[in-house]
């Protein structure tokens, strides 16, 4: 877990990494009322950005993106997909990263490999909230969370990496998935559908919520618990064990 | 759509182009009966690959793609997506390389770029059967269709692409797309299931199929035509206008 990755912006040629070829990783956290992503903020520059990193030249992709994700977050096993790779021509803006280098005491030549076009294949991943022991990278002072529904503007292209990875969670053709790696095992029914309302960012009536939820024979209804209390606890579900799809 | 696009083989340092990224792309059609994909077949090799390409300096990713698919169909506004990117050390095999170039009588340097380590980001695309007409690309003799049940040897990992891009098809959250890209405006129920069954790779009993899938709403049936034979003709369907989602 503790493996030091090299400044990547230290080496002028980058010939130790892939030229052209970054990756970003959009984590998802809940924080029990908010769905949260990482951020990293360069160092001296106001300038947020989503945790990534390069490819090694003898590494491969899924390794390089699982190791920096490691390195940020002290996690193991994590919940990773990828779900795509941005590679227009005007998420280029060698004026950033610049300004980022020189924040950090690194005076880039022109062609610095840095400064060049690079295509992101993005990965989101699902961690849990509390395990987390946040670390920031060589570049940045500081690695924390913040809400999806109200992050700080994000340099070159992250703000639609972000919109993506949201698309990509939405579409997850597996809920429990989703649900599983957010949500602690047991949960409650107003836990789950504030998971669902962040993803959508939209509200949802929750009468509606309940009765689809229930409808859709992916959650078993545990005992309710005697507290004592005047107003009974609510139920906790977990995700039923998996059927197979329609088709 | 006649665009050149040169032979990037023959640039030793591939310098108009970006270093270590490619692209496949698994191009679908329906036959009638059968799905079958575009395959290259590499002069005087024997070798089979997928039709792809490389991106050029000054080019969007999806743009060169496009471009590459238009050029091998002769077809403009093809139904694509990206689906992976597929970065392991071990899909690069220069000797794979090295003997199609040699085929094409280009005797490659140890340093030519082409033999590097590649990245392949890869696109499935739906396209009208009926409307193609497929052009090699400047190493190979032939483009042309197999089904994706007896595909013969592919070189690298493209059999895993193809496999994975069965899987993001089966993923594919809106069946209307995938029945609408691939099939005639109407259609009948057997020509669907057999779009299904291929996509699936396995038979599914009729009765059932229909049941859910007119259940499923996505479907609008036509007026019967009167033919005058003694067997009626069968009902001819069309997708429905998209509904929204149960969320």
Known sequence: ??????????????????????????????????????????????????????VGRKMNLDDAVRAGLEERTGLSGIYMEQFHTFGDCNRQDASVLKKIMKANGIEAEKDHWLLDRFISVAYYALIN??????????????????????????????????????QALRWNTDDRIIGMKLLPEKFTMKELQQVYENILGEQLERANFQRKM????????????????????????????????VF
């Open 129 to 166: 909230y509390k395990a987390v022991k946040l670390q920031p990278d060589a570049l940045s002072d500081s690695c924390d969370w913040y809400p999806v529904d109200a992050l700080p503007q994000l340099i070159l292209d992250h703000g639609k990496i972000v919109e993506k990875a949201l």
């Open 214 to 245: 229930i409808a859709s024979g992916l959650l078993t209804r545990h005992a309710a618990q005697f507290t004592g209390k005047a107003h009974k606890a609510p139920y906790l579900y977990s995700f039923a064990e998996k059927k197979t799809s």
């Open 1 to 54: 877990m503790s493996r030091k990755i090299a400044n990547p912006a230290k080496q002028a040629d980058g010939k130790d990494y892939l030229a052209h070829i970054a990756y970003d990783s959009v984590v998802f956290g809940f924080s029990g009322d908010k769905l949260k992503i990482l951020l990293m903020e360069y160092r001296n520059t106001g300038l947020f950005a989503l945790p990534g990193g390069f």
